[in-house]
């Protein structure tokens, strides 16, 4: 009877940390989305990897020339029920490092010949500074021999693009939806031309943090409210048996 009744608290319990979570988890959206409405910022020609993690989420402005040699695509991906892949490719700074731009998704049609368009020239980026990605168990490993990337992983697509010796630093920008080559596209509609014509369609300015918390929150404490309807319904069972009066035998 104590571990069945141990069962409401602990699940109770549960409940306050996963709303302890969701509060966390609220926060630091809402941080982050403060980060993502200030100015975009300028990377510097030499940028600072230590300090790297404190700008996480911060648009920054990125000008320089596409390294297609070195383009990566990164698969599986799915975007509005369209199969294809992220284009990551480095972009070479006049006057600074190299870094890693993922210009956005294409459709199968285009990643598989990597027929997408390669313009030449100086380009703007607008983009997000964000970091590598952790993969989950069934995740596989990435092949860059085989040209397979399944994850982000920044240091290791560096590495392929050339790497301290090419001047590559591990720094990972995601292009923003809007701007692509010399046409504009800011709407749906724009988008579903792009992915027809194969322009990369970056991602959208948004915090896209996952928050779960709350539906653990509310399987807890419904866990909690069930266990303790029930545990006291087994009390008055018992309870009821005890007071039963033993049959008389004359």
Known sequence: ??????????????GIWQLGRLKWKINLIDELQEK??????????KINLSVIPEFVWRKVSVKGKWDHEH????????????????????????????VLVNRGF????FAEN?????????FEVLGMLRVSQPRNVFTPDNHPEEGKWYWTDV????????????NVQPVFVEQIFGTYYSHFYGHAGDAALGVQKGIP????????????HLSYVITWYGLSALTTFLYIRLLMKRKN?????????T
Do not use: C, Q, W
């Open 241 to 249: 048996t005890r007071a039963r009066p033993l049959p008389r035998f």
């Open 201 to 212: 369609i970056g991602r959208p300015a948004t915090v896209d943090i996952r928050n779960a």
């Open 71 to 98: 383009t990566m695509l990164l698969s599986p991906r799915v975007r509005e029920g369209v199969h294809g892949a992220h284009v990551v490719t480095p972009l070479i700074r006049e006057n600074g490092s190299t």
């Open 155 to 166: 240091h290791g697509m560096a590495e392929y693009a050339g790497g301290e010796k090419a």
């Open 114 to 122: 990597m027929s997408f368009p390669k313009e030449e020239g100086e």
């Open 1 to 14: 009877m104590i571990a069945v009744g141990a069962i409401p608290v602990f699940t109770f319990a549960l």
């Open 36 to 45: 993502l409405e200030l100015p975009p910022l300028s990377l510097p020609n």
């Open 106 to 109: 294409v459709s199968n049609e």
